[in-house]
Nanobody
Framework: QVQLVESGGGLVQAGGSLRLSCAASGFRFDNYAMGWFRQAPGKEREFVAAINWSGSSIDYADSVKGRFTISRDKAKKTVYLQMNSLKPEDTAVYYC??????????????WGQGTQVTVSS
């Protein structure tokens, strides 16, 4: 069955960095676009970044552009989110998800359980 397992979250000071990982299994990884979303307490889930099946097309939310980098490793069946220059407003639960094509909306068909990122000021 499809499984997406996020890891790498934690507590970090403002200005610090974290790298999130999402390990995929149960499906042909290189057939799917992968996305990262986040949800802060009391807020709706929002798009963060997405990468197409080959890595040739990438999209970022304006709020993270220039600070976050999404990438994927075909051999490891893993998608990463490198987060630099973190801000308190980046605090949220981060989810990875898969979709047949890269999109910004939440119409992804499988989701991980999420990993908490907390940025202290």
């Amino acid at each position: 069955q499809v499984q997406l397992v996020e890891s790498g979250g934690g507590l970090v000071q403002a200005g610090g960095s974290l790298r999130l990982s999402c390990a995929a299994s149960g499906f042909r990884f290189d057939n799917y676009a992968m996305g990262w979303f986040r949800q802060a307490p009391g807020k709706e889930r929002e798009f963060v970044a997405a990468i197409n099946w080959s890595g040739s097309s990438i999209d970022y939310a304006d709020s993270v552009k220039g600070r976050f980098t999404i990438s994927r490793d075909k051999a490891k069946k893993t998608v990463y989110l490198q987060m630099n220059s973190l801000k308190p407003e980046d605090t949220a639960v981060y989810y990875c998800a898969r979709r047949n094509v890269l999109r910004r909306d939440g119409t992804y068909d499988s989701w991980g359980q999420g990993t908490q990122v907390t940025v202290s000021s």
